[in-house]
């Protein structure tokens, strides 16, 4: 799979069109905010972060620019911009705005401190009421975070924490009950607007990094198993994560780090629920050692 099919919604502060390895894998989406690009196709943050997370889901080798590949470079992004800053609110809307425009995988690469507003609860319940995958990113703590940022922190959302090279915990990533996956983490290069790097790449460290390379790993599976629902899609990412940490579910690595190959090829049960949303003891799931 290379996730030919699959609409990826990136809520951030914008996407550049100009960038090379992007050329051709927008959609128009959406801007929230009046700051905001109404199409989502200007990358309003600094550091080029919107950018650099849709090339992470599906950048695509270009001619005359560095190598560099996304994990589901047949996909397409969907831009939802916040504009310059992003606040709950805007957060809840741009989740509306993306699945009215169609996106059946959203990457969340922000988050606040605290409990989700009840605001971003019903955005998210919307979104899996129409059998959309919602990724996030847990946190980081330099940023000053300590505990999982929502929206990642709702039950139902793939919250996903950072995992280094050599398939430990990166410690700049906060941890908690709430931690679903981990995936790679630190020392990430993706495409950046040229304002940001001349060559129009970057390297950068967080858990940004991590919940889009889940996106990009939902995208294949939704692409490859057009059959499965969210709750199955999400029971895969689950079920053949590689366990890390502790056995079983921890706080560190959640099910363990995302294993692209397992997830496409491994036989997995069928579930009929969501295995996010099952009710959770001390431990974690029900059945969970």
Same mark, same amino acid.
């Given at each position: 799979s290379q996730g030919a099919g699959a609409v990826v919604a990136v809520i951030d502060r914008g996407v550049d069109s100009?960038?090379?390895?992007?050329?051709?894998?927008?959609?128009?989406?959406?801007?929230v905010g009046p700051d905001a690009a109404t199409d989502g196709w200007r990358d309003d943050d600094p550091d080029g972060h919107g950018t650099a997370m849709a090339g992470l889901i599906a950048g695509r080798a270009a001619d005359g620019a560095p190598e560099v590949r996304g994990i589901?470079?047949?996909? /397409?992004?969907?831009?939802?911009?916040? *504009? $310059?800053?992003?606040? #709950?609110?805007?957060? =809840?809307?741009?989740?509306? /705005?993306a699945i009215d425009l169609g996106? *059946? $995988?959203?990457?969340? #690469?922000?988050?606040? =401190?605290?409990?989700?507003?009840?605001d971003e609860r019903k955005a998210v319940a919307f979104a899996l009421a129409h059998d959309v995958v919602v990724v996030a990113s847990a946190g980081n703590t330099d940023t000053g975070d300590t505990d999982i940022n929502s929206p990642a922190n709702i039950p139902g959302v793939v919250a996903v924490?950072?995992?280094?090279?050599?398939?430990?915990?990166?410690r700049g990533s906060v941890q908690g009950a709430q931690a679903v996956i981990a995936a790679p983490a630190p020392g990430i290069r993706a495409p950046v607007p040229t304002r940001v790097s001349p060559d129009g790449?970057?390297?950068?460290?967080?858990?940004?990094?991590?919940?889009?390379?889940?996106?990009?790993?939902?995208?294949?599976?939704?692409?490859?198993?057009?059959?499965?629902?969210a709750p199955n899609v999400i029971e895969r990412l689950l079920a053949t994560a590689r366990d890390a940490g502790p056995r079983g579910r921890d706080v560190e690595f959640g099910f363990g780090i995302v294993d692209p190959v397992a997830a496409l090829t491994r036989p997995v049960p069928v579930v009929t629920s969501n295995p996010l949303l099952a009710a959770p003891t001390r431990w974690g799931a029900p059945g969970q050692p």
């Open positions: 100009t960038t090379p390895h992007l050329r051709g894998q927008l959609v128009r989406g959406a801007g589901a470079p047949a996909a /397409r992004i969907l831009p939802i911009s916040t *504009g $310059v800053e992003a606040d #709950s609110a805007e957060v =809840a809307v741009a989740i509306h /705005r996106a *059946g $995988v959203i990457s969340l #690469s922000l988050g606040s =401190a605290g409990d989700a507003t009840a924490t950072g995992s280094t090279a050599q398939g430990g915990f990166w790449l970057d390297t950068g460290s967080g858990t940004s990094n991590s919940a889009a390379i889940v996106a990009g790993v939902v995208a294949l599976i939704r692409s490859a198993r057009p059959e499965l629902d």
